[in-house]
């Protein structure tokens, strides 16, 4: 055994610790007093790394040139396997495997804007922070930390009250992020774009690419390793594997940060008043944890703001042709192409009824026997091709901003579905350049832990699985106040004094606690909040409160099934189609024994103008000048429903004549279009009654709306950016299974 | 970053091998001028050995027998199996209720996590160790300091050789008795005359014999000798990792004093 209790903590005893561990074929470590780490506070050992680029290759690779690394991805399959050890839980199902994850091609570079690709051809990162901004392994005593309970004892460090105690910590932390332009109500306020922006002061360290792909498989625990029927859970045939790429290009982890120290105590079994009773909580291994993956800043105000550029330049396009009853577009023909419906020449009332009579006119049926009334009826289907030529969609710039892409699908010679380097050696896959789930502008800050809220790592009391725990937050002003924020709202009857107390905050790509100031200047994030902020996508903040929100416009991007579409893509154009249904009439008295025809109709299809009464046999709608009239409704005829035909002896003119029957009218359904994806509605609402299709006026302009729906037919589905922001863990026990 | 963790530990593992002393500043600028050294080294960890010194890169026949050990035990959350602590100032051994322990000294078991089959040969091709300068303002100050680093270079053309590196499993264990949590396994006696006994327990799928999964009886229907966990070191996920880990750069390594400003 190795005790290291007493060795103060210099620059070489990290090194030395190891190196010791390395010596023995067993090694025990036991902890390192605080009294030895706190010798040297508040300062470490620095590190920066410059030109570095990273990727785990195969084994067979052996030694590159520069130039093939670079080129040849096939090769990208060294790997970390995580080897499931252990019995499946009694409560598992017999359906239940052990997952075997093999993650392969772990690489670190500088991104490139290429999400399907691995590594760039200029993949150095020049420098990962500066000399003034490294990477930090240090030692550092925070005062004034409240315990869990009300008490001192045991001593903890605790000066004078249990709020008042001291915590030694061993940290690693990433260079500090960096502020992005903040504007605030009170201009003093303000802060500076402190993001550098040349390679050499460390702008690669917010380009960063992050890249591996990972075969999982479901194995079968009852089966050897290596078995050929390993991966066959309960011989069901359904061997198969989860691959998967993940991509994020233009990450950045900086204002990351892991502390490592021990727990203050004051937990008390059966402490009463909303103190912590665990004490499981007193004087163990405390984490805590500011874990920031970054793309950059997705502000969407303002016309360089983060989200889609979509222009929408008006329809031009008034091609108009029409359809027939077999559906076929007949190009090329006239306008007014109608087809009659209804008794070609003469016809009394639809629906097969010999009368309908009507009070006053033939409009107003189920009066008293005053009229007879006849009617004519035809349609017209009008399709309008190629609507909207000129909208446009831009995805936004994506070289200050990251995106995070998660693919399966390979291409060109796909492998077998139990084919894995690790397995039997094939090469890496190559995946498919725009498929997958896509995460634009993914912001992730988390804060898992903090000093007064530490993450332990414990053993579970009856069994030997391992727990990890996110403290609670016990009831205690001075713990709490540190934690919560008071946020603007309703703050019941505290004082602006008292809401100043609450000094909890939320870690945003913007912002993370309080400003570090270098030389009077506010220069770095801070890393003291305590809440987390997860953000996909175009975002608004607000820095007088720190809240953000999703940017909610229609050109917000964020969470995209495909590629987004680079440069400027125009829609395909789209077909509308119109359908008309128009009438005539004619009415007869019961004292009048000729024909009276309408002359002349309102838009709703009423007659207004009836003309003089015509006597003899032959007499028909064309010759009597009758007006044709929008039939607005269904009232008398709905062209979706079949009509029954009917004979009618029309003895005082002297014509009898029979009406056939007739189905719906094929244009009339709303129905899909399959050739241009969307529903048409050829009936509801699309009537006219002049002889040209005078509407197309209507849609002169595209929406933005349109746009991204033509363009969702074809490539990709946007579905806008998300956000869930202030989230704080009040208690969190993952405790493991099985053992 | 794992790997990376992994790397630079076993390598700065070497330089304490190598007696090296910490360098101060005078000491890294009187070395000016001088081209450095490329380093080149082999560790190898539990593996065997071949005739001709390489390593097997699997794991070696001593550790397949003597598998107790081949372990790394880490003992982090000062806790004890009944809850027992002590406290950190103090340094007084105190009961899962608080109550202060008369003799001093906990009474349950020590707990251990235990890195079961720990093992990995890793080949540091090449190496580059320089000293070079750096610069950065000072705190609270517009004066430039000039700061010497110790520089590590790599090269990506000699990538570091990975094979088999990682452990078979990872566990809980605690002490019984006088006898060391990580120091549980087969019944025998160790070279200082302990007596351990087999480490033996549970029923159905967590039966284990000598600390090893044992489903030769008494396991469920369908699982027996040749299942994947039988013969297993007792615990939960394993890692192993094999490959060439292509490595580009330089990384300075340098004191943060008072005079930094992020110290």
Request: proline content about 4%; glycine content about 12%; hydrophobic content about 35%.
């Amino acid at each position: 055994m190795t005790t290291l209790s007493k060795v103060s903590f210099q620059k070489t005893v990290l090194a030395s610790l190891i190196g010791l561990f390395l010596n023995q074929s067993v090694f025990a470590l036991e902890e390192i007093s605080d009294e030895s780490l706190s010798e040297t506070t508040g300062e470490g050992i620095a590190f920066l790394p410059e030109n570095f680029a990273m990727v785990f290759r195969g084994e067979n690779a052996g030694n590159e040139t520069v130039a093939n690394i670079v080129a040849d991805r096939t090769k990208d399959t060294g790997y970390i396997r995580y080897i499931p050890v252990g019995p499946l839980s009694s409560s598992a199902p017999v359906t239940a495997g052990k997952a075997d994850l093999f993650l392969y091609g772990l690489s670190i570079s500088k991104g490139d804007g290429n999400l399907n690709n691995r590594l760039g051809s200029d993949p150095t990162i020049r420098s990962w922070g500066t000399a003034d901004n490294p990477w930090l392994f240090k030692v550092q005593t925070d005062s004034n930390i409240p315990n869990f309970g009300n008490t001192v004892t045991p001593a903890n460090n605790c000066t004078t009250t249990p709020d008042n105690c001291k915590v030694t910590y061993l940290a690693l932390e990433a260079p500090r992020h960096e502020f992005y332009a903040l504007s605030y109500t009170d201009t003093t306020k303000n802060v500076g774009n402190t993001i550098p922006v040349s390679s050499a002061a460390g702008a690669d360290a917010y380009n960063l690419k992050l890249a591996f792909w990972a075969d999982a498989f479901v194995r079968d625990p009852k089966k050897a390793e290596g078995a050929s029927d390993q991966f066959d859970l309960i011989s069901s045939g359904r061997a198969n594997r989860l691959r998967l790429q993940a991509v994020w290009d233009g990450l950045s982890i900086n204002g990351s940060q892991i502390q490592m120290f021990q727990t203050l105590g004051g937990a008390v079994a059966g402490a009463g008043g909303g103190y912590i009773k665990d004490t499981s909580y007193n004087n163990t291994l405390g984490l805590a944890g500011v874990l920031r993956f970054n793309s950059g800043d997705t502000r969407a105000d303002g016309t360089s703001g983060f989200k889609a550029n979509i222009t929408t330049n008006g329809g031009t396009a008034a091609t108009s042709s029409y359809v027939d009853d077999a559906g076929n577009v007949i190009t090329g023909s006239a306008d007014n192409t109608w087809i009659n419906r209804y008794s070609p020449s003469a016809t009394t009332v639809p629906g097969g009824t010999t009368t309908a009579q009507g009070s006053t006119n033939c409009n107003t049926p189920g009066g008293s026997a005053a009229f007879v009334c006849s009617y004519q009826i035809r349609s017209r289907t009008t399709r309008v091709s190629n609507a909207y030529a000129n909208g446009t969609w831009t995805t936004p710039s994506l070289v200050n901003n990251g995106v995070l892409r998660f693919s399966t699908r390979e291409t060109g010679a796909v492998q077998g579905k139990l084919d894995s380097p690790a397995v039997n050696g094939v090469t890496a896959p190559t995946f498919d350049a725009n498929e997958g789930l896509y995460a634009y502008g993914a912001n992730i800050n988390l804060v898992l832990g903090t000093l007064y809220q530490p993450l332990m790592v414990n053993k579970d009391a009856t069994s030997n699985n391992l727990v990890l725990e996110v403290a609670a937050i016990p009831n205690k002003p001075d713990l709490y106040k540190k934690i919560y924020t008071a946020y603007a709202g309703n703050t019941g009857s505290l004082t602006t004094a008292q809401i100043a107390e609450y000094q909890g905050s939320t870690c945003s790509v913007y912002a993370c606690g309080t400003p570090i100031v270098v030389n009077g200047v506010k220069t770095y994030q801070g890393v003291n909040a305590t809440h987390s902020s997860i953000s996909i996508g175009s975002t608004q903040y607000d820095p007088n409160t720190g809240l953000m929100t999703a940017y909610k416009g229609a050109d917000a991007v964020g969470v995209s099934f495909g590629a987004l579409p680079t440069g400027t893509v125009s829609p395909t154009g789209q077909n509308y189609y119109y359908y008309e249904l128009q009438n005539r009439e004619r009415r007869r008295g019961s004292s009048n024994t000729n024909w009276q025809y309408c002359t002349a109709g309102n838009s709703t299809g009423a007659c207004t103008t009836w003309g003089v009464n015509n006597t003899g046999g032959g007499l028909n709608f064309n010759s009597r000048s009758a007006a044709w009239k929008t039939s607005a409704g269904t009232s008398l005829y709905n062209p979706t429903v079949p009509q029954n035909g009917y004979s009618y002896n029309d003895t005082t003119n002297g014509t009898p004549f029979t009406v056939p029957s007739a189905g719906s009218l094929p244009q009339a359904n709303s129905s899909w279009d399959a050739v241009n994806k969307q529903w048409v509605s050829r009936w509801d609402g699309t009537t006219w009654s002049s002889s040209s299709p005078a509407a197309l006026g209507n849609f002169a302009n595209a929406t933005i709306g349109d746009v991204q729906q033509a363009l969702s037919n074809t490539q990709f589905t946007n579905l806008g950016s998300a956000v869930i922001d202030g989230m704080l863990i009040q208690h969190m026990k993952i405790t493991t299974k099985g053992l | 970053m794992k790997i990376f963790l992994s790397a630079s530990t076993l390598l700065t593992a070497t330089l304490s091998f190598a007696g090296l002393q910490p360098l101060d500043n005078e000491a890294l600028q009187q070395a000016q001028g001088q081209g450095g050294a490329d380093l080149s080294l082999v560790l190898s960890l539990n593996h065997g050995i071949n005739v001709d010194g390489t390593s097997t890169n699997t794991i070696s026949n001593f550790c397949q027998i003597n598998y107790e050990q081949c372990r790394l035990a880490l003992s982090l959350n000062n806790r004890y199996s009944n809850g027992d602590y002590i406290d950190r100032v103090t340094g007084k051994a105190y009961t899962q209720n608080g109550v202060e322990i008369v003799s001093g000294k906990p009474t349950g078991d020590k707990l251990w996590l235990v890195f079961k089959g720990m093992q990995g040969t890793i080949n540091l091709q090449k190496v580059g160790l320089d000293g070079a300068d750096l610069t950065y303002t000072q705190k609270n100050s517009s004066s430039v300091i000039v700061k010497p680093a110790i520089q590590l270079s790599y090269d990506p053309t000699l990538p570091i050789l990975i094979r088999n590196y990682g452990f078979a499993s990872l566990a809980i264990e605690q002490d019984s008795g006088n006898i060391p949590g990580y120091w549980l396994g087969s019944a025998r006696t160790d070279s200082s005359g302990l007596a351990i006994p087999a480490y033996n327990g549970g029923s159905g799928l967590k039966k284990f014999t000598n600390g090893k999964y044992d489903y030769s009886s008494g396991a469920p229907s369908g699982y027996g000798t040749s299942s994947f966990d039988h013969g297993r070191e007792i615990g939960f996920t394993g890692l192993n990792m094999n490959g060439n880990l292509a490595l580009a750069g330089t990384v300075k390594i340098f004191g943060c004093d008072g005079s930094h400003p992020r110290c």
